[in-house]
């Protein structure tokens, strides 16, 4: 149990739905993560948040879409993906995103885009 | 950021110590090594790292070459759940860093009873 879970597991989602991922994190930290990892290739950092504050944004297509609504949660909403966004979605914690690269991830969500 | 080279995949036997090399040649003074590892159907589990000195915690022992061009991820005693993959990482920690951490192929470790 690393402090930061993640729901659902598990998403099948068709290309015209919309979904949201969930985040929450139980160790007090004040930055959060997004990342993407495709099959076969390595992480991919997404977003980043630093006291609730989008601090990168790593040239992600609008039909991803963040929100930290406070510091323990972290959404990301999604709509009219494509097939090519499968992948697992990691969130991620840290005590301070600019110096202290000890993250904590939660177990992903597995999301098939059909 | 540097670029680390790591071999694809290692066996190991169960209770025997695993040494996981890591190369990182054009590591610059100002750049830690870290180590994570994900094991399957789980995210990334956070290691240890280190600038220059070695480093030990409760689950492994990071050995850095005096020149800092490689480095030595050390599991002392190996068990069945080490299994994963085993990611070497170099970054810097500067203040306009926001964890970026560029997780490459990493080492898929097999630990064999």
């Known amino acids: 149990e690393t402090g930061v879970t993640q729901t659902p597991r598990h998403l099948v989602m068709g290309m015209t739905n919309k979904k949201s991922l969930k985040c929450e994190q139980h160790l007090g930290h004040n930055a959060m993560y997004w990342y993407k990892q495709s099959a076969k290739k390595p992480l991919e950092l997404m977003f980043v948040y630093s006291l609730e504050e989008r601090v990168e944004n790593n040239s992600v297509p609008s039909r991803f879409s963040p929100e930290c609504p406070n510091s323990s949660h972290l959404f990301l909403h999604l709509h009219t993906l494509q097939p090519e966004d499968s992948a697992l979605y990691l969130c991620?914690?840290?005590?301070?995103?600019?110096?202290?690269?000890?993250?904590?991830f939660g177990s992903g969500t597995q999301l098939s885009v059909l | 950021d540097a670029k680390t080279t790591q071999p694809t995949s290692m066996d190991c036997a169960e209770g025997r110590a695993a040494n996981l090399p890591c190369n990182h040649s054009t590591i610059s003074g100002n750049e830690y090594v870290y180590w994570y590892r994900q094991i399957h159907s789980q995210g990334p589990q956070y290691i240890i790292h280190?600038?220059?000195n070695n480093e030990t915690n409760e689950m492994a022992s990071l050995i850095i070459t005096e020149d800092r061009k490689s480095s030595t991820l050390i599991l002392p005693h190996a068990t069945l759940r080490d299994t994963a993959v085993y990611y070497c990482?170099?970054?810097?920690?500067?203040?306009?860093?926001?964890?970026?951490?560029?997780f490459g192929a990493g080492t898929q470790v097999v630990v064999t009873p």
């Open positions: 991620a914690s840290s005590q301070d995103s600019r110096i202290n690269e000890k993250l904590f």
């Open positions: 280190g600038l220059k």
């Open positions: 990482i170099v970054r810097p920690l500067t203040t306009d860093s926001w964890g970026k951490l560029q």
